[in-house]
């Protein structure tokens, strides 16, 4: 564990702790656990609003070299069910870095011209370019979640769409995008404390979605489902890590470290100037 991530607040590397290992079982992660840390909500938050300008400052980097010519980028790919708190990562996590810097898409119920085409087609529309974070509210693996627990697709299709996303996240890193994938795992007895506070304000209407209860009642389906994919489809190269979400500054202060920990590894460069720095500066002050 790096002394930063000390001086952070955990006791032990979330990238380390929460990564999937081939042992991996769904049930022993508990939801409203905190691993790695060793404060409290408060201690969570401020760990979260320090940590800010040292991602943007990283996210920077990233943009700055991708607009010199690099071609490394970032995706990181949000999972969960309703009520995980994806849409608080992207604002309160992502949101802190510079937007022209962020490639932001969320995934829904596949439009009729989607479904005309394989399931990867609309993922690959999103892609970040170079330079850019990505960010992925669900994604790909909805193809794998959803139709299994629906009964729509047979073993075969289910394994012909796992190789096809290895293979896809494979060439994503060879083409330089590093990805970060995270499952957002909320508790079912907090999805519904969540889900009764939308329902008690009107501010939060517009967020319910009536079906949102169907997909309650398959609940056990649906990690089941979580489980294989994530088992089957988490590798060194587009490794899953599950983030328990029950505390919502816990899964935020994670991401957030995931993303630091990424980047830094990345070590992003500043481009170097393609003019004489010494020659406009003399210019400048002549003019
Ligand atoms: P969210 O539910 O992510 O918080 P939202 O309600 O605004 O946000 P929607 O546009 O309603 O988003 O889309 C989310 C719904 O779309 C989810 O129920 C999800 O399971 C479903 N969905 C996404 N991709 C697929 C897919 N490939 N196949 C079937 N359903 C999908």
Excluded at 93 to 103: F, I, L, N, P, S
Aim: net charge negative; glycine share 8%.
């Amino acid at each position: 564990m790096s002394k930063q991530t000390e001086e952070n607040g955990f006791t032990g590397a979330p990238q380390d702790l929460l990564v999937v290992r081939p042992e991996f079982r769904l049930a022993d992660i508990d939801p409203g656990s905190t691993p790695g840390f060793k404060g409290g909500k408060s201690d969570g938050q401020a760990i979260l609003a320090k940590r800010d300008s040292q991602l943007a400052d990283l996210q920077e980097r990233l943009f700055a070299e991708g607009k010199g010519g690099g071609k490394r980028s970032l995706l990181l790919v949000l999972q969960g069910m309703d009520t995980c708190g994806k849409g608080g990562i992207v604002s309160h996590v992502v949101g802190a870095v510079d937007v022209q810097g962020v490639r932001h898409a969320a995934f829904g119920v596949p439009t009729e011209e989607e479904r005309r085409h394989d399931f990867l087609w609309r993922i690959e529309k999103q892609l970040p370019g170079p330079g850019m974070l990505g960010c992925f509210d669900r994604s790909h693996y909805e193809d794998v979640l959803v139709p299994r627990v629906h009964g729509l697709i047979n073993d075969d299709e289910l394994e012909r769409r796992f190789s096809s996303i290895q293979d896809f996240e494979s060439r994503l890193f060879e083409n330089e995008t590093r990805i970060i994938k995270v499952m957002l795992h909320l508790s079912k007895e907090e999805q519904k404390e969540r889900l009764a506070a939308r329902l008690d304000n009107p501010a939060k209407h517009w967020k319910y979605d009536p079906g949102d209860i169907s997909a309650r009642q398959q609940w056990d389906d649906y990690m089941a489902a979580y489980e294989a994919a994530i088992l089957r489809t988490s590798t060194a190269y587009a490794p899953w890590y599950v983030v328990p979400a029950d505390n919502k500054w816990y899964s935020r202060m994670v991401v957030q470290e995931l993303l630091v920990a990424a980047l830094e590894g990345m070590d992003p460069q500043w481009p170097s100037a393609s003019f004489d720095v010494d020659e406009e500066k003399a210019r400048l002050a002549e003019s």
